[in-house]
């Protein structure tokens, strides 16, 4: 158990829907990291939250969205999903925000859209 | 633009010989990496990193080198046990302002018994 929390741990949704992607970071960590990987795609960076606040975002979708809570829960917001939107989204939490710090992963969410 | 690039998918070593993983980036701005192992079903664990002051750092039977002139890391594990049959992903990040590691697309390792 990696300390990082993350739930449903798989999702099938259709077309059209929204769903929501939960994450609980490790105890002590402020910043919370959202990745996507596709089939045979490496990890792709989504979003960065530290302490309630974006930090940076990468390719991220219009159609998706995220948000750190006071207790530094995380949400992942998938919206109007396509069938390329199947993927396993993985969160990551770390102590700072500076990336030598070494990143915790959950062990994902994999979402198929049919 | 991938930034991060492994190019072997896939790789197979006997038990007990050195597999050397490899992995390349592009962005001479990048001053920091890391290697994950990634089992199925759960999420990437952090392996070993480097830091782009050093050429080499060891923790146990795993070592990353890194040649900066080349933009190229790779990863030597040895000797190879059948419980290192796993994904490894590379990933470089840039100290100065930046907050994400980019990610390349991984390779898979499968060691034999």
Redesign the interface.
């Given at each position: 158990d990696?300390g990082?929390t993350?739930t449903p741990k798989h999702l099938i949704t259709a077309t059209g829907q929204r769903v929501t992607l939960r994450c609980s970071p490790r105890s002590g960590d402020l910043?919370v990291?959202w990745?996507q990987q596709s089939l045979?795609?490496?990890?792709?960076?989504l979003i960065?939250y530290?302490n309630g606040e974006e930090?940076?975002k990468?390719n991220i979708l219009e159609r998706f969205s995220a948000q750190q809570f006071p207790d530094l829960h995380s949400e992942l917001n998938l919206s109007s999903l396509e069938l390329g939107d199947s993927a396993l989204y993985?969160c990551?939490s770390s102590v700072g925000?500076?990336?030598?710090y070494?990143?915790?992963?959950?062990?994902?969410t994999r979402l198929t859209v049919v | 633009d991938?930034q991060?690039k492994?190019n072997s998918?896939s790789l197979s070593v006997q038990e007990g010989r050195i597999s050397i993983l490899n992995c390349d980036y592009t962005n001479s701005m990048f001053d920091?990496f890391?290697w994950?192992k990634k089992y199925p079903?759960?999420?990437?664990?952090?392996l070993i990193?480097i830091?782009s002051i050093k050429d080499k750092n060891e923790d146990g039977r795993f070592t990353v080198f890194l040649n900066k002139s080349a933009k190229h890391l790779s990863l030597h594990i040895v000797p190879s046990q059948p419980g290192d049959s796993a994904v490894y992903?590379c990933?470089a990040?840039?100290?100065s302002g930046?907050?994400?590691?980019?990610?390349?697309?991984?390779t898979r390792l499968k060691v034999l018994a």
């Open positions: 990696s990082v993350q910043s990291y990745y045979d795609q490496g990890l792709q960076f960065q530290y930090r940076a990468g993985f990551a925000q500076l990336v030598n070494g990143y915790t992963f959950g062990s994902g | 991938q991060v492994q998918p920091y890391l994950y079903a759960e999420g990437p664990t952090f990193s830091s992903f990933a990040s840039s100290t930046t907050y994400k590691y980019i990610f390349g697309t991984g």
